[in-house]
């Protein structure tokens, strides 16, 4: 007997329908049950960047939930330097940082003086978690 063989090569199995995650409380739930929404949220930089920087995409297990979430965000200051440092993390990556400010500015599309004000904000915001370390 032959075995069917689908179109990419792998054997039939079944589909596994796509599951998301409460933002809120974790639970999971299938992905087209999910309820989601964008906010402003300076700490988000896409990988795309242009529109989407700045940006997070919330999902919720229901309104009520997405409502919550939407509220935190609502509340939470939209601080220019925090996206520019997301961005340059971004583009630095966890390996060892080589470049020039002009290689990040052109990687990043940020200006220079923009770069040097995300690295101040960067550098003031781990100087405040050292001396006043969270619980
Ligand atoms: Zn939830």
Redesign the pocket.
Known sequence: MWKRVRRGGRPHRGTVPPVDL?D????TLPADHAVRCLVPDSSCASARGGRADGLRLLT???EE?LEELREAYRRRPFVEEELWAAKVAQVLGPGPHALTVAELARRTGLHEPEIHRAVVWHNRRLREAREHPGP
């Open positions: 409460c809120l409380c974790a639970v919720a297990c229901g939930h």
